[in-house]
């Protein structure tokens, strides 16, 4: 009974550690290196949401720069632009500014950061020369003199994400560790476990709760992250295209919670193998079979 309930301790307390450790491996690769980053934002290119806002962005800062008269052609040209194919190259690019920006913020680096509020700022005005490029090949008047434009719109800011991924320094530091020892206290009790089809239904419940609660988790940060920015129709989405892996993960994670409480159910139903009785022969001599 002893063996069972120190064994249940250990699978619990690596349920626990489950949690971090996951979140803490997944964000810490996504984010951290620029190829992952890059490749799980390109997509929103092709957002509608992130194109619109854009756009907007862009009409804007276009704005007084342009005549009246233009401003449908202007709005035209822009929409078709961030729709087209060549968008894709310049969001890429704008990207590879931003990506050490949230580096930055979630290290508590921000003297190295060049940011404007304590924010994770997109820089649109390489994409701005671009349009301007297609203003002219759409022949909007007066195009060739539109002066540069500074098209700047803020997508997350530093205190939402510090307060969505707390201690990220400490998560980037332990993100191998956690997953390292969360396993390893699973797999420790699991084999000191005297009645393991019991430790095993145990096991499987810890790991769903735990992964119910990054869950739980990640859709308040989510919250928290949309409703402190300035552009949420961007922030949204790039929230969802950083966790997108994580996500993937944590419903891995309680797919396999689940198949432990089903293999654990069945081994508890078993029970112990049952002691062979002695025998007798019909000469009343007892024997084992």
Request: charged residues 15%.
């Amino acid at each position: 009974m002893f063996r069972t309930g120190f064994a249940t301790v250990l699978v619990l307390l690596g349920c626990l550690l489950a949690a971090p450790a996951v979140a803490a491996y997944v964000l810490v690769g996504e984010v951290t290196d620029r190829e992952s980053y890059l490749e799980a934002v390109t997509p929103l290119a092709d957002e509608p949401a992130v194109q619109s806002a854009v756009a907007d962005q862009l009409s804007a800062a276009f704005g007084e720069n342009v005549p009246q008269a233009a401003r449908q052609v202007v709005d035209t040209s822009i929409t078709n632009f961030v729709e087209s194919d060549q968008f894709q190259p310049a969001w890429v690019e704008l990207n590879e500014t931003v990506h050490p920006q949230l580096l930055a913020l979630l290290r508590g680096e921000e003297g190295n950061v060049a940011v404007e509020g304590d924010a994770v700022v997109l820089d649109l005005g390489g994409v701005a020369a671009d349009v301007k490029a297609r203003f002219v090949a759409d022949g909007v008047p007066l195009a060739d003199q539109i002066p540069e434009v500074d098209a700047r719109v803020q997508v997350m800011s530093g205190p939402a994400v510090r307060q969505a991924v707390p201690a990220f320094d400490l998560l980037e530091t332990l993100s191998v560790v956690l997953p390292i020892a969360a396993v390893a206290l699973i797999v420790l009790g699991l084999a000191l476990s005297a009645r393991r089809g019991m430790t095993l239904v145990v096991t499987g419940f810890g790991l769903v709760v735990a992964m119910l609660l990054v869950v739980l988790f990640q859709a308040i940060a989510r919250g928290q992250v949309t409703a402190r920015s300035q552009s949420p129709e961007l922030a949204g989405p790039f929230y969802d295209a950083l966790t997108g892996t994580l996500g993937v993960v944590v419903w891995t994670v309680c797919a396999i919670g689940g198949a432990f409480v089903i293999i654990g159910a069945i081994l508890s139903r078993r029970g112990p193998s049952p002691v062979p009785q002695p025998a007798a022969d019909p000469y009343g001599r007892s024997y084992r079979r």
